[in-house]
């Protein structure tokens, strides 16, 4: 790992600003990619068996999972094994081939009770009924499960809708929990990501769903693409909430893998926290709850709202099979993934099964480090990880395993301890992608830091943005602020530092600006340069004044913004900062300033973070002061910003170091 050293160093701040900065990438599906465990792969097939049953005699308890890989149509979004349009002879042989792997398991597994078992897919209510008996009835005598188990399936909508026998007989087998997937109800992005709907079908749907029985009723939604803006996320919370199920659940797209994949570079991760926090709060004043940063929403009480099978996996770190094409299985030290993951094929999976070969396409041996950050990053799904259950299955004080990430999460006031969990605050929630990775093992984090340069360029980034971004849906033109916030060292006035963000918004995403932003209505340009201010960096009570108007044409990609600068001055040492909104991070910049012989300025920007910089020239076909420089090169700073810091720097006549 070419980053090794570099992540030992213990610099946890690099690993946040990392994960946000790749917030497509650092989620809650860990590894980070497929090669993170190459070399823990196990590639001698006859050591497979003997491996599994050694490693399940470490623990007595489990849960299930049974994939089932087909849908009418595969949706762009989808990163799962999936295959479409099959018929039921197909299926059928698909499902023989499945009792043959849990015939398999059930050597393995006897006397062990089973937590949790979820029917998922794909659609599992694709198959026959007679199919999903045979399923049904092979998981019920294989295993041994207790009465208080839940079982859990998935349907879709039109099913749900034009078969509702079928979803009676399902409830019947013992299925008495059901999720739907309805996603979206904007027939523009139904139609863009391959799936149908409409809302006669989700109504009938949720009929025949509530005729056969069911009381525990979730519904998906999912959020984060590029073509989604906020008004249509709402219209979808709304309808959504009005079906009244017992559970919504919301699933962020994550791009990887999907046909979508292209399109992850234009939703930054402003748009995200935007989106999650418009439907916390919509759900909850509807009455779902969850705490910051759980994706499960739940209007009965006491109930997390997700299966058996995943409650257990997400709070206990249980143990689970998955059995099935693609299925992932996690034991107490290994990680496994069925033939199908990768190529979403099914002939391989079936060449194994009928050689009486546990179907996997790769097997791992985990050290405890990695078994650990699986389970860390998993429980990140409910906004929390249980210290109890850590302490339980690894035999360690998670506070002190984490220390040094434990006080920075706490310092920053991203999480919270309460009794025996560490918990998400409402902020945190928001910066979850960097919290995440801070519990990647060593190895996990250095392939995290390597894909600095090697991911997808911040232009095609922005190039997708921009092809989604319609300024006539703003009052034009366009009124912005930017303040420039200056300290300097007391009795070293020539030694100058800058208040800047990180923007977490395209355009521009992830460079270094100014502190500012869009009018609101009702606002004057001094009240929004101060909520700004705010708002992105934590600074209040900062006497502003007035620098002047910057309206160059083109200084913003977005369409025509003129901007109203501001100048203040404050004490850094007395000036926490706090940086919130579309700012991923906040800092101060030492700063310097200086003239060569023909002309030209060097602005060079120095912060914890590194050297950010610019090259501007005086502007001879103007006496206009907001027109004065004219940016020449920029790395690493937003817009126009550097002219406007230059002019602030000539026109004050402040003196800043030259050295």
Known sequence: MTNQNLVESNDTKKIFDAGLLYHHYANTAYPLTPNSFRDFRITDQTRIESFLKSEWEKTDRLSLYVHIPFCKVRCKFCEYAVLQDTDESTEGQYVDLLLQEMAMYKKI????????????????????????????????????????????????????????????????????????????????????????????????????????????????????????????????????????PDYITLYRNRYKGTKLEKEAGGVSLYKIIQQYRLAYKLLNENGFFANP??????????????????????????????????????GMEYLAYNQGAANKQLEKYRQLIEKGQFPFQDIYSLNKEESIAKMVSVAFYFGFVDIEAFQKRFGLNFLDYFKKEVEFVTSQSFMEIIKNRIYLTDRGSDYINGIIPLFFSKRSKAELMDLIGKSETKSNGEKEFLSTYNIEEFARPSVTTDIIVFSSKKQQTNKLSILMIKR?????????????????????????????????????????????????????????????????????ENTPLNFGEDAIDAQWFELQFKADTTGKYSLILTGEQGVI???????????NTASAFKNIKSKGIAFDHAEIIAIALTTMDLECDEQ
């Open 109 to 244: 597994l006897e006397g062990k009770k089973i937590a949790g078992y979820d029917l998922g897919g794909g659609t599992p209510t694709k198959l026959s009924v007679m199919n999903l008996k045979k399923i049904t009835s092979s998981i019920t005598e294989s295993f041994d499960i207790p009465e208080d188990v839940i079982f859990s399936i998935e349907t879709t909508p039109v099913i749900a809708a034009k078969e509702p026998e079928k979803i009676l007989e399902v409830y019947n087998m013992g299925y008495h929990r059901i999720s739907m997937g309805i996603q979206t109800v904007s027939e523009k992005l139904l139609n863009e990501l391959g799936r149908e709907g409409a809302t006669h079908i989700y109504e009938k749907a949720v009929q025949n769903i509530r005729k056969a029985g069911y009381t525990k009723f979730n519904i998906d939604l999912m959020y984060g693409f590029l073509n989604q803006d906020n008004e249509d996320f709402e219209n979808t919370l709304n309808y959504a909430i009005s079906l009244n």
């Open 613 to 623: 910089s610019a090259e501007v020239e005086k502007n001879e076909l103007t006496n």
């Open 504 to 572: 977490g918004e395209h355009p521009f995403m992830n460079d270094w600006a100014l502190p500012g932003g869009f009018i609101k209505p009702g606002e004057t340009v001094e009240q929004t340069a101060h909520r700004e201010l705010y708002e992105e960096a934590g600074v209040s009570n900062i006497e502003l004044s007035q620098l002047g108007m910057f309206s160059q044409p083109k200084r913003d990609p977005r369409g025509w913004v003129i901007s109203c600068a501001f100048v203040g001055h404050v004490e850094k």
């Open 293 to 330: 940063g759980k994706n499960t929403f739940s209007r009965i009480k006491k109930d997390y709202g997700t299966s058996d099978y995943l409650t257990e996996r997400v709070i206990n770190g249980t143990s689970y099979v998955g059995m099935g094409l693609g299925a992932q299985s996690f």
